[in-house]
């Protein structure tokens, strides 16, 4: 079995060279293709032993990815960016799970995203199709997807992703996904990310018509569409206008036997039904419970990265929710006894709320 990885690259060079140290005993033979670099990346990726090839930038990330799979001679390509960075992985197992499916299908890897929020720095994660096996191309201008209804399934290999830390490639971005919602209107792909792009720039009312038409042509099966719910529901919140919450509120009716046992989603109606309270207390006191309720079933459900979602919904963020709850309603021992569980996970604001309590 030949497995080669492919990237295409940019003016990378603050991070290549530790991407492709991470991927080269995973593959046979490494094939970079650079779209217009105007730092080192290209004399990094031929120290590197990579095959450099240089490919004209067309506005179009599939053609760029496409001319790099058309080099390439491997039965699987591991796809990869140049601020990904592959975990410790083992190149036998890698094989014995490509060859352990029959037909046509793409290998999924776990990657974690570490991003800036309120609290300091949180962690998401995501399976995304990453291996491709021979004769399998992209298709899409941007935010590409592999052509062909073909299964993902995930495999043991994770990467970590350091790109949110340093660069907002939002603006950029923009362009674009104006252009491919403007061209492919009934694409509910492009609707998610286009209002994914806006709520990341903060633009949280300009993104609404985007998250609304995506959750309506959006399928049930698509696989980006649990995150899109949630990240809808957050902007909903966020903004938390009586229309807003009165719309949340109908999303999260509708999608519990959908998402009930997904911690994500679990954590997110906590917050809601705490937010709906707080606005009518008289009239919503009947869903306190809900509140506690929702992130007792994260703590139940407990983490699974190889789902996608952020980080602690299913452990620290849960404990810590909770432990605010008891404490604002007056039951500090078990207040104390859920800030220490979120404590020992590392978790620097229940830490500081114990110190609180303490005194």
């Not at 032993?49 to 790099?68: C, H, I, K, M, P």
């Not at 997807?145 to 939002?170: F, I, M, R």
């Not at 994914?196 to 696989?223: A, G």
């Not at 021992?333 to 114990?354: C, H």
């Amino acid at each position: 079995m030949k497995i080669n990885l492919v990237m295409i690259v940019r003016n990378e060079e603050r991070s290549l060279k530790r991407c492709l140290e991470a991927a080269k005993p995973l593959v046979d033979q490494m094939i970079v293709v650079d779209t217009g670099s105007e730092d080192r990346t290209k004399e990094i990726a031929e120290e590197m032993g990579a095959l450099v090839q240089e490919f004209s930038w067309v506005n179009d990330f599939s053609a760029a990815r496409n001319y790099g799979l058309s080099l390439s001679d491997g039965d699987w390509n591991l796809i990869l960016d140049g601020d990904e960075y592959v975990r410790e992985g083992d190149r036998s197992i890698l094989e014995q799970a490509l060859s352990s499916r029959k037909g046509m299908w793409i290998g999924g890897i776990t990657r974690y995203d570490p991003y800036h929020d309120g609290e300091g720095t949180s962690v998401s994660t995501s399976v995304l199709p990453r291996l491709l096996p021979r004769g399998v191309r992209y298709q899409g201008m941007i935010h590409e997807q592999p052509e062909g209804n073909y299964p993902c399934y995930p495999v043991q290999l994770s990467a970590d992703h350091d790109g949110y830390l340093v660069a907002d490639k939002g603006e950029r971005n923009l362009a674009y996904l104006r252009q491919a919602v403007k061209e492919y209107p009934e694409d509910g792909y492009y609707q998610f990310q286009m209002a994914s792009t806006l709520r990341n720039l903060t633009q949280l009312e300009e993104s609404l018509p985007y998250f609304r038409k995506f959750y309506r042509i959006s399928r049930k099966r698509d696989s980006y569409r649990a995150g899109g719910v949630v990240l809808y529901l957050y902007t909903l919140l966020d903004l938390g206008t009586p229309g807003c919450l009165e719309e949340a509120g109908g999303i999260v009716d509708q999608e519990e036997q959908y998402l009930g046992n997904w911690s994500d989603f679990c954590f997110v109606c906590g917050l809601f039904y705490m937010k709906r309270v707080l606005s009518d207390v008289k009239k919503y006191y009947h869903l306190l419970p809900r509140i506690e309720s929702s992130y007792q079933k994260c703590l139940t459900l407990g983490e699974h990265p190889e789902l996608g979602g952020v980080v602690g919904t299913g452990s620290f963020k849960a404990a810590y929710n909770l432990g605010a709850w008891y404490e604002v309603s007056g039951q500090n021992d078990r207040a104390v006894q859920y800030y220490t569980l979120a404590a020992k996970e590392g978790y620097e604001p229940a830490k500081a709320r114990l110190k609180e309590i303490a005194r």
